[in-house]
């Protein structure tokens, strides 16, 4: 079974920058397609960037040019690197596994974009 735990979300202020971190626990890690998604209230979860075992990266429109998405095989842990971030930002950000037949979850970070 995969578990995943976020960590690193917190408030900061527009412009500013935050490094989440996403822990797996489990086997075959690098056969994953390893993903950010956020969710703001009222607003359907949508992905942020993900990251094939080969190290190919995806980013949606809203982090293209201010997120960067990397995983360390050894440490069984996904990264994604927030910049010049905007109120628009704010949201929970989960973590996910993909595999043949869906997600696995973590239980999101909050991320609030604020002055």
């Known amino acids: 079974q995969v578990q995943l735990v976020e960590s690193g979300g917190g ?9 989440l971190s996403c822990a797996f626990s489990g086997n075959f890690f690098t056969t994953y397609r390893m993903g950010w998604y956020r969710q703001a209230p009222g607003i359907e979860r ?3 960037a993900d ?3 080969t190290g190919t ?3 949606g429109p809203p982090a293209k040019g201010r997120f960067a998405i990397e995983r360390d095989s050894a440490k069984k842990t ?3 690197q927030m910049s010049s971030l ?8 989960y973590c996910s ?3 043949h037949a869906g997600n696995f979850w973590g239980q999101g970070t ?3 974009v604020s002055l």
């Not at 905007?86 to 950000?93: C, G, L, N, Q, R």
């Open 11 to 19: 408030l900061v202020q527009p412009g500013g920058s935050l490094r």
């Open 46 to 48: 949508e992905l942020v």
């Open 51 to 53: 990251i094939t075992g």
């Open 57 to 59: 990266t995806y980013y």
């Open 78 to 80: 996904v990264y994604l």
């Open 86 to 93: 905007k109120p628009e930002d704010t949201a929970v950000y």
């Open 97 to 99: 596994a993909k595999y």
């Open 110 to 112: 909050q991320v609030t």
